[in-house]
């Protein structure tokens, strides 16, 4: 990231943006094979079978890691304060509450039977009720961003290094350990620990040159590989919870591996040096995609209904199917979001009403400790 000398105004590097795209449509085509109604890993040992099933976790979980690593990459640098965090907050809970509201909406229109009360209350306050896992803990990580900046430059280097290393054996080499609970994976506790993680790299580290990178990135996809393959061609029926188990010992969102892998792209893709109006803007739209085709409602409507693959399975092509409806849905996706965006600047709820808010909730804060505290800002 940098700042535009003539306009002033932050531009981010278009090498890191290319890799949010990449990302995102690594989670789409995970959530297709994932989520969809046909089993790919209860199918006979086979070519497509093999191939298939490595997109039932290792793409999703990479995408998962590179969109947060990029994330936190970008909020390590600078100061960091409440109001940037909520103003940030602030943006994106407009996208969350369209796209819950829009799905509620469709939902009515073509199965209203199927509406129940929990639904209205968590298209209504989708974050508190994490109707999307991702958004509702990234809004909480952002919440407590200043405060975790804060505390790790005030314990400096040498403890930053101590809490960074306990973090790695505490929930990276503990994970290998079949069904290990520690409660890391699908909440805050992952994106603090892998923030602590990419903040010691970028504030004290020598830089990893790219051919360090690229090893440490193939060695990681090599081992993903081996390991899924295995147990693919292992898997059976009778043993389908175990098989996962293991399975899932390097496939989690925050495994050693994936994060070897996703930290090596990750540098790869931030030394390409060069800008592209296309690629940030189009980068700017891949969370909605996320917001959209990660709704329950819609993720039913897409896998189980629409592009159930077991009309596809047995085709000539079924790998490049299931590669084509992932760009197609993700396009989709892309093209609604970018609609949105272009409503939203017609829409009187930008800085303005966000600056009116937190002016009154800064006056309330004053009244009721009885000093104005800028620290805030």
């Not at 700042?3 to 943006?17: A, F, L, M, N, W």
């Not at 200043?146 to 790790?152: E, H, K």
């Not at 175990?242 to 990750?266: K, N, T, V």
Request: with cysteine.
């Amino acid at each position: 990231m940098r700042t535009d000398i003539k306009s002033g105004r932050t531009v981010r590097q278009s090498g890191i943006e290319l890799l949010r795209i990449i990302a995102m449509y690594l989670i789409v085509a995970h959530h297709m094979v994932n989520h969809n109604s046909f089993d790919f890993l209860g199918q006979d040992n086979s070519f497509r079978k093999v191939i298939l099933s490595l997109f039932e976790y290792i793409p999703g979980k990479i995408g998962i890691a590179l969109f947060f690593i990029a994330s936190a990459w970008f909020l390590s640098s600078g100061n960091q304060s409440l109001k940037k965090s909520c103003r940030k907050i602030w943006k994106l809970e407009r996208a969350i509450v369209f796209w819950s509201l829009t799905a509620l909406i469709l939902q009515y229109h073509l199965d209203p039977g199927t509406i129940h009360l929990q639904q209205i209350i968590s298209a209504l306050f989708p974050t508190v009720t994490q109707l999307w896992w991702y958004t509702t803990c990234y809004v909480l990580f952002l919440i407590f961003l200043p405060f975790l900046n804060l505390s790790f430059k005030k314990i400096g280097q040498h403890d930053h290094k101590i809490l960074a290393f306990v973090m790695i054996m505490v929930w990276g080499a503990s994970s290998l350990i079949p069904y290990e609970a520690l409660n890391i994976g699908l909440n805050i506790i992952g994106f603090i620990y892998v923030y602590t993680l990419i903040t010691y790299y970028r504030w004290y580290m020598q830089p990893l040159s790219t051919k360090t990178a690229l090893i440490i990135a193939t060695a990681c996809t090599l081992l993903l590989l081996a390991w899924n393959v295995s147990f693919e061609l292992l898997y059976t029926d009778k043993h389908a919870g175990e098989y996962q188990a293991l399975m899932y010992i390097m496939d989690r969102e925050w495994s050693l591996p994936i994060l070897g892998l996703s930290l090596g792209m990750f540098i790869i893709f931030s030394r390409m040096q060069f800008r592209s109006r296309i690629i940030n803007t189009i980068a700017s739209w891949t969370l909605g995609v996320y917001l959209i085709t990660d709704h329950s409602y819609i993720r039913d409507l897409l896998w189980t209904q629409w592009f159930a693959f077991d009309k596809y399975y047995q085709s000539h092509f079924p790998v490049v199917i299931m590669l084509a409806i992932s760009m197609l849905v993700f396009t989709a996706g892309l093209a609604l979001e970018a609609v949105r965006k272009m409503m939203f600047q017609l829409i009187p709820m930008g800085d303005g009403v966000f600056n009116w808010l937190w002016n009154r909730c800064r006056l309330f804060v004053a009244h009721s400790t009885g000093q104005n505290d800028s620290s805030l800002d």
